[in-house]
């Protein structure tokens, strides 16, 4: 049977002294995002498509090829009857905008590209992205402080979206619902993606999608570490690096929640005053004075039960300093660089414990995943947690926003949103 697409091609054989030049665009793109070889000559001639044709598309559905327009059309290709593929298998192709690594490096390496996304599977969904949180994590895997399963790769560990597209058989999910999720699979940083659907949670009525997207991963980390890696409770003295920072701001509130005393290190007055609104009892300009001193000062030289350092290198010794006797290291960042090898014996002057834990260890069950998520909203709701999503980018702006991250000059969360939805 004559496909639509031939009878395209025909009418512009047709037409072909002054047509060919949009055949030869239209066979160039065909063969770039379909990975086939078309000779345009021998397409006219032929009026068949070796080894891929496009299926299932009115006439009028072709208009979008004249000019071709990739953010605005969706394809299904199959292999023809003469393809050497096994399987002639129907795949839906969305073109959106995306942030992609293709090398290793400093931010001028965030490339703001054409990606295709493609239908979601049985067990996933395709999720819109509404807002995307913006992570150190994000700047460890474009430097390769930590590997990128591949390359090139989209970076970004947490979004809140609508659901556009629902897999095969899967239940609990439905086109239309607002999601967010944070950790793994990587790729945040785009207008659309495909999701594993027990990777993600609904959100609640209680939180908005940017609140939710600024908070879901640095609140869910500090789930874990004042309720399982360290469980703070009433009583304790806690000291908190970068206390104004993301993670660090969400930190104090917590712990000061919990019944702890709270000491906190930043670089500025006005960050000084960022981490006494968010409960810390104690804070210490460290650009000014020793921190390691003046927390001996303040516990009387007992030292603290726990460090939550997420700077590493500049801050790890002082660190162990601090800790009281059987204190508790939780080293769950690297912000100034990779900490130096220390050997063990190290942490015998104090019987000390060493922890360096990340959030996808944490949250590998959906149990675990769902226990965390639900207890940050309800801190959220309730003022517990107050969210200060202080800084807002464009994501084609992804490379502006890590730049300042990098360098310190920002406070609270930060959130990338997707050009389109503005």
């Given at each position: 049977?004559?496909?639509?697409?031939?009878?395209?091609?025909?009418?512009?054989?047709?037409?072909?002294?002054?047509?060919?030049?949009?055949?030869?665009?239209?066979?160039?793109?065909?063969?770039?995002?379909?990975?086939?070889?078309?000779?345009?000559?021998?397409?006219?001639?032929?009026?068949?498509?070796?080894?891929?044709?496009?299926?299932?598309?009115?006439?009028?559905?072709?208009?979008?090829?004249?000019?071709?327009?990739?953010?605005?059309?969706?394809?299904?290709?199959?292999?023809?009857?003469?393809?050497?593929?096994?399987?002639?298998?129907?795949?839906?192709?969305?073109?959106?905008?995306?942030?992609?690594?293709?090398?290793?490096?400093?931010?001028?390496?965030?490339?703001?590209?054409?990606?295709?996304?493609?239908?979601?599977?049985?067990?996933?969904?395709?999720?819109?992205?509404?807002?995307?949180?913006?992570?150190?994590?994000?700047?460890?895997?474009?430097?390769?402080?930590?590997?990128?399963?591949?390359?090139?790769?989209?970076?970004?560990?947490?979004?809140?979206?609508?659901?556009?597209?629902?897999?095969?058989?899967?239940?609990?999910?439905?086109?239309?619902?607002?999601?967010?999720?944070?950790?793994?699979?990587?790729?945040?940083?785009?207008?659309?993606?495909?999701?594993?659907?027990?990777?993600?949670?609904?959100?609640?009525?209680?939180?908005?999608?940017?609140?939710?997207?600024?908070?879901?991963?640095?609140?869910?980390?500090?789930?874990?570490?004042?309720?399982?890696?360290f469980k703070v409770e009433a009583g304790h003295t806690v000291l908190v690096h970068a206390?104004?920072?993301?993670?660090?701001?969400?930190?104090?509130?917590?712990?000061?929640?919990?019944?702890a005393t709270v000491i906190g290190t930043v670089s500025t007055k006005e960050k000084a005053?960022?981490?006494?609104?968010?409960?810390?009892?104690?804070?210490?300009?460290?650009?000014?004075?020793?921190?390691?001193?003046?927390?001996?000062?303040?516990?009387?030289?007992?030292?603290?039960?726990?460090?939550?350092?997420?700077?590493?290198?500049?801050?790890?010794?002082?660190?162990?300093?601090?800790?009281?006797?059987?204190?508790?290291?939780?080293?769950?960042?690297?912000?100034?660089?990779?900490?130096?090898?220390?050997?063990?014996?190290?942490?015998?002057?104090?019987?000390?414990?060493?922890?360096?834990?990340?959030?996808?260890?944490?949250?590998?069950?959906?149990?675990?995943?769902?226990?965390?998520?639900?207890?940050?909203?309800?801190?959220?709701?309730?003022?517990?947690?107050?969210?200060?999503?202080?800084?807002?980018?464009?994501?084609?702006?992804?490379?502006?926003?890590?730049?300042?991250?990098?360098?310190?000059?920002?406070?609270?969360?930060?959130?990338?949103?997707?050009?389109?939805s503005l």
């Amino acid at each position: 049977m004559e496909s639509s697409t031939t009878r395209v091609l025909l009418q512009l054989h047709n037409h072909r002294h002054h047509k060919i030049t949009h055949h030869f665009n239209l066979s160039r793109e065909l063969t770039r995002h379909f990975n086939c070889q078309i000779n345009p000559l021998n397409t006219i001639s032929n009026s068949v498509f070796k080894p891929i044709s496009i299926i299932n598309q009115p006439i009028s559905s072709h208009k979008t090829l004249f000019p071709y327009s990739p953010s605005a059309t969706k394809f299904q290709v199959r292999a023809s009857s003469n393809s050497p593929a096994t399987a002639a298998i129907p795949t839906t192709v969305t073109m959106v905008k995306a942030i992609r690594v293709h090398e290793l490096g400093g931010a001028e390496v965030l490339k703001w590209e054409d990606v295709e996304v493609g239908e979601p599977k049985e067990g996933e969904i395709r999720v819109r992205n509404k807002a995307i949180g913006l992570n150190f994590i994000d700047i460890y895997f474009r430097k390769g402080v930590y590997k990128a399963p591949t390359m090139p790769f989209t970076p970004g560990m947490e979004a809140v979206g609508e659901v556009v597209a629902v897999g095969p058989g899967l239940t609990g999910r439905q086109v239309g619902d607002l999601v967010a999720y944070a950790g793994s699979p990587m790729g945040s940083y785009a207008e659309e993606q495909v999701l594993p659907a027990n990777r993600v949670v609904p959100l609640p009525p209680s939180v908005d999608p940017i609140t939710a997207a600024s908070v879901m991963l640095k609140g869910m980390t500090v789930h874990y570490l004042v309720r399982r890696s360290f469980k703070v409770e009433a009583g304790h003295t806690v000291l908190v690096h970068a206390a104004a920072g993301g993670v660090g701001s969400l930190l104090c509130q917590w712990a000061n929640a919990l019944g702890a005393t709270v000491i906190g290190t930043v670089s500025t007055k006005e960050k000084a005053l960022q981490a006494i609104e968010d409960g810390c009892h104690h804070v210490i300009i460290y650009k000014e004075e020793d921190f390691v001193s003046r927390v001996k000062e303040i516990t009387g030289g007992q030292g603290v039960e726990v460090v939550y350092d997420s700077v590493g290198k500049d801050t790890f010794q002082g660190s162990l300093d601090c800790l009281k006797l059987r204190g508790y290291m939780v080293l769950y960042g690297q912000s100034s660089g990779t900490v130096d090898h220390i050997p063990l014996s190290a942490l015998a002057v104090k019987s000390l414990f060493i922890t360096r834990p990340t959030l996808m260890h944490y949250t590998t069950t959906r149990d675990e995943l769902l226990e965390a998520a639900g207890e940050l909203f309800a801190n959220i709701a309730s003022g517990v947690l107050r969210v200060h999503v202080n800084h807002k980018f464009l994501l084609s702006q992804a490379a502006e926003a890590q730049t300042a991250l990098e360098n310190r000059q920002m406070t609270g969360s930060v959130v990338l949103i997707p050009d389109a939805s503005l």
